[in-house]
Each structure stands twice: as C-alpha cells, then as structure tokens.
C-alpha cells in the first residue's frame, strides 16, 4: 500500500524510535514488511524531512535517530532510561555542572532526551560529539543530579572503587 508523506513519515518516526535502523535499505525493508511500499530515494527524503542523524551505538554500529522533538514534548521516564542506558557511558560532576560522556555522535540524542524530561534542577543542557554538559540550577545539589542521571544511566561513580 502506498501511505500519503505524513503517514508514511509518521510510521518511519515510530520505526525509529522502537528499533536501530542501520541503512535506508533497511528501512524500506521493515516498511514494506508491513506493507508499505516505498522506494529508497523516498525514504532518503523522509529521513531528510524528519531531520534524521546517524549516530553511533554502542560496539560501533550506526544507526538513524530523531532527537529533535518538540521541546514542549515530555519523554516518558523509560524513554530517558533507555536513551541513557544505551548512550551514556560516564557522569561526573563539578560546581553546578553535570558533564555526560556518550560514544562519538550520540551526545545529541542524549541531551533531546533530557531537554524533553523536564528534570526538575536542569537549567538546560549542550551537547557537542561525544559530550552533554548540563547546568543545574544554582539552588539545586548537583551531585544528587548526578548521581539521579548516573544511576539513570547506570554507571559506576568514578570515585567509588568498591
């Protein structure tokens, strides 16, 4: 079946956020294993107009990912446990700063994901590569955000050598 740009892009949006999409080929075929017929070159496009990035997992495989939803979106707590625990590889803290450490390009996947928490104590966050720095504000603990985002990640302090 053919679906209209707005379904289709819709359905790529879903795609992508419940699974790793390696390649535009394989896109088109998860589309067309549920029946939607679609060329590559169109996938291209939708990817384009959805503002689709190739990130870098974990063991090195890229993958598509949409971090720019509306800031006004508020990702679900799983969301964000998911995001950290597939991307966030070490948390550390100093004076009201947070510095997240990511695999190379997934650093903005996990800074969207954390805008969109609403975190309470999160002035807001910028994300480089492979780094998220995030300011707390100045009537907050940065430490217990830390440790939150850390145990979030699930990650070992780095001062705890137990």
């Given at each position: 079946?053919?679906?209209?740009?707005p379904?289709?892009?819709?359905?790529?949006?879903?795609?992508?956020?419940?699974?790793?999409?390696?390649?535009?080929?394989?896109?088109?075929?998860?589309?067309?294993?549920?029946?939607?017929?679609?060329?590559?070159?169109?996938?291209?496009?939708?990817?384009?107009?959805?503002?689709?990035?190739?990130v870098?997992?974990?063991?090195?495989?890229?993958?598509?990912?949409?971090?720019?939803?509306?800031?006004?979106?508020?990702?679900?707590?799983?969301?964000l446990?998911?995001?950290?625990?597939?991307?966030?590889?070490?948390?550390?803290?100093?004076?009201?700063?947070?510095?997240?450490?990511?695999?190379?390009?997934?650093?903005?996947?996990?800074?969207?994901?954390l805008?969109?928490?609403?975190?309470?104590g999160?002035?807001?966050?910028?994300?480089?590569?492979?780094?998220?720095?995030?300011?707390?504000a100045?009537?907050?603990?940065?430490?217990?955000?830390?440790?939150?985002?850390?145990?979030?990640?699930?990650?070992?302090?780095?001062?705890?050598?137990?």
């Amino acid at each position: 079946m053919k679906l209209a740009r707005p379904q289709r892009q819709h359905r790529i949006a879903q795609i992508l956020s419940e699974r790793a999409v390696a390649s535009q080929a394989q896109l088109v075929e998860v589309l067309a294993a549920e029946g939607v017929d679609v060329t590559q070159t169109t996938v291209s496009r939708d990817l384009e107009d959805l503002g689709a990035l190739k990130v870098r997992l974990p063991g090195g495989e890229g993958a598509y990912a949409l971090p720019d939803l509306p800031i006004h979106q508020v990702a679900p707590q799983d969301h964000l446990r998911r995001v950290f625990a597939e991307w966030v590889v070490q948390v550390a803290s100093s004076g009201n700063l947070v510095v997240l450490r990511t695999p190379p390009g997934s650093a903005h996947v996990v800074g969207s994901a954390l805008d969109r928490a609403g975190l309470g104590g999160v002035v807001g966050t910028v994300a480089g590569d492979d780094t998220v720095l995030v300011v707390v504000a100045e009537s907050c603990d940065p430490t217990a955000i830390a440790g939150h985002l850390r145990k979030t990640a699930g990650v070992v302090d780095p001062g705890d050598h137990r």
